[in-house]
């Protein structure tokens, strides 16, 4: 066996620092929970008595609690009293129920859209570099030849996907705009001046267009969706073939596609007035 100088390789053996250090990091991280947990339970607490129930130093449990102020999931009223869970824990406990939300009351409008439309219409997010579909609805006259839930689309070549994109904070959609985009069809978009101006246009008019850009024959708009706090938590979509939804269509059926997205939004408590 080819050994490394220096390095013994017997059981005990002393861990490369990367390995202790991964280690390390993911047990702070589990210690991390286990003290939101208590405090859950408890509604607050001393740092000694959650070092007691996690059975390890009050120093280290200082540390923890110091990360956790940090990010305001934890909070303290005096200096150094106890702990209890902070205002950090509400923004993410909001962004999740949105998420479930947006299919709970969506969809009951993702239905009626399209059998107004006689189109395919979905729900998407933005999840990890794209959009990804959480609902799909169709009208009684259209034969979806995919159903697109759970599936990621990208970004730059899909309606909702724009939508999203224009949306973002700057730097990470210019990240994506700055990446490898993919050509799907011969009407794919991928210079990054050109994507740029569309994700421009549709922050002001609200909707986006994507057509036969992801493919063939097949065009779609998409509006996007605001939560309470007045961010786009997402986007609504109608698609069909360009020859029922060609250009002529697509700023009548953006403008239905926009009420839809509008009162789901306010389903979702969104108030216009808080629309960033």
Not at 5 to 26: D, N
Not at 181 to 194: G, N, P, S
Not at 197 to 221: D, S, Y
Not at 244 to 251: K, S
Request: with cysteine; charged share 20%; aromatic share 2%.
């Amino acid at each position: 066996m080819r050994m490394t100088a220096g390095r013994s390789s017997g059981i005990g053996a002393e861990q490369p620092q990367h390995a202790v250090t991964r280690a390390g990091g993911v047990q702070s991280v589990d210690r991390a929970a286990q003290v939101m947990e208590i405090l859950a339970r408890d509604g607050r607490s001393g740092v000694g008595r959650i070092a007691k129930e996690l059975g390890v130093h009050q120093s280290t449990v200082s540390r923890l609690v110091a990360a956790l102020q940090a990010h305001d999931l934890v909070e303290r009223r005096v200096e150094g009293g106890p702990v209890q869970l902070g205002v950090g824990i509400l923004r993410l406990a909001a962004a999740t129920r949105s998420r479930q939300d947006l299919t709970a009351v969506g969809g009951t409008v993702c239905d009626a859209l399209a059998e107004q439309l006689g189109e395919t219409v979905n729900l998407a997010v933005y999840r990890s570099g794209a959009a990804v579909n959480l609902y799909q609805a169709q009208g009684a006259r259209t034969v979806a030849l995919h159903n697109w839930v759970g599936d990621a689309t990208v970004l730059h070549a899909t309606s909702s996907g724009k939508v999203l994109l224009a949306h973002l904070p700057l730097a990470q959609s210019e990240a994506v705009l700055a990446g490898d985009l993919e050509r799907f069809t011969a009407q794919t978009i991928v210079e990054a001046d050109v994507l740029r101006a569309q994700l421009q246009e549709a922050a002001v008019r609200g909707w986006a267009v994507a057509e036969e850009e992801f493919e063939e024959g097949l065009n779609a708009v998409a509006a996007a969706i605001y939560g309470p706090e007045g961010s786009v938590i997402a986007a609504l979509s109608a698609a069909g073939p360009a020859y029922r939804l060609g250009r002529g269509r697509l700023p009548e059926v953006a403008e239905q596609v926009q009420q839809a997205a509008a009162e789901i939004s306010r389903r979702l408590e969104h108030r216009p007035e808080m629309t960033g």
